[in-house]
């Protein structure tokens, strides 16, 4: 029984000096050890961590959705055996008040079970089940997650501590590792497409690999399928939170992107021959009509270049952004068929 004693008390001196020296199982990352946790409800949360933004009112609606096609997913279910980060980064974003979330995953699927019910008329009257009560998402976040592990050999020292039993010790610091995750999130327009906005985080600490000895220590170690028990969870939920925290910084400072004849309208960037063509498409009469709509041509329509018609034309770009040219070109062309 002393034999087992000694062996129990050195093996647990060995992680005490591992945890001294490296703070290799305490994640100070995101402002705390768990950087992402507690609750929110409506606009209001507990437990937030402290770095995370914060808005003063809503920007709009969001969604969250994931690509579980793409190789990362796979890495971060199978090999680390964390679940979805869907509701990890709802969490985070309805702490921060800067959208509200609306759900379209699982949950989803039970309200339009729901209608279903509604609709074949299994439900009470006074169950209030009708059409027009969701709420639509503005916008969609698209999260990702780059893995990146390093092993390190700054503990091997301990290799040598505790005399017969150094190897045990030994075992414990070479699982040691750096772990690091990069995160990006991606904000698209629901109703445009566009994408308005994109951001980068990261976070890096050291941790134990898998297969050490901290599960008998009450430490969470086996516990791989929680952010908030494992190293690389813990690691994966800080990248989240700086990817969040700077997609926040830039949207509060958000402007809109601006393309000479309006979105989707042909661009710049002209390729030969198909802007020629769609000005062509588009006569000088259609020009003076469309103006004359406007309020900028007073003359008549006949297809046909004057100054009136260069006045008026040269209003339109300057009230709309462009070179001030008189000229119907391709840009004046796709912003005039854009009204």
């Not at 796979?74 to 969490?91: D, E, F, K, M, N």
């Not at 329509?301 to 070109?329: E, H, M, N, W, Y």
Request: a neutral charge.
């Amino acid at each position: 029984m002393r034999i087992g004693q000694l062996k129990y008390t050195l093996l647990a001196v060995g992680v005490s000096a591992c945890l001294s020296l490296t703070g290799c199982a305490d994640m100070q990352v995101g402002g705390g050890k768990n950087p992402v946790g507690g609750s929110a409800g409506g606009a209001t949360s507990t437990g937030a961590a402290k770095t995370l933004e914060h808005c003063d009112h809503p920007l709009g609606t969001l969604a969250v959705e994931e690509n579980t096609g793409d190789p990362w997913y796979a890495v971060l279910t199978g090999q680390y055996h964390l679940p979805s980060t869907i509701p990890l980064i709802r969490l985070m974003v309805q702490q921060s008040n800067c959208f509200v979330v609306v759900d379209r995953g699982q949950a989803m699927n039970s309200m339009m079970g729901e209608r279903n019910l509604a609709a074949s008329g299994e439900l009470r009257t006074t169950s209030s089940m009708g059409k027009g009560q969701m709420v639509a998402a503005d916008y969609v976040v698209t999260p990702s997650i780059q893995f990146s592990q390093n092993t390190g050999g700054g503990a091997a020292a301990l290799a040598g501590v505790g005399g017969g039993y150094g190897a045990i010790i030994g075992a414990i610091a070479g699982s040691m590792k750096t772990s690091e995750a990069s995160t990006t999130m991606m904000l698209t327009d629901t109703r445009s497409g566009v994408q308005v906005a994109a951001s980068q985080g990261s976070a890096k600490n050291i941790d134990f690999g898998a297969g050490g000895l901290l599960g008998g220590f009450g430490t969470g170690g086996g516990a791989l399928g929680a952010y908030s028990q494992t190293p690389q969870g813990k690691v994966i939920a800080a990248a989240f939170l700086d990817s969040y925290n700077q997609m926040v910084k830039s949207v509060r400072e958000y402007a809109p992107q601006h393309v000479s004849g309006g979105l989707g309208a042909g661009g710049a960037l002209a390729v030969d021959g198909a802007n020629n063509a769609a000005t062509q498409a588009y006569s000088l009469a259609d020009a003076q009509r469309k103006l004359a709509q406007l309020g900028l041509y007073n003359s008549k329509v006949d297809g046909l270049p004057g100054p009136g018609t260069s006045r008026a034309i040269s209003t339109f770009q300057k009230v709309s952004g462009l070179p001030v040219t008189g000229q119907l070109d391709a840009a004046t062309t796709g912003a005039l068929q854009a009204r």
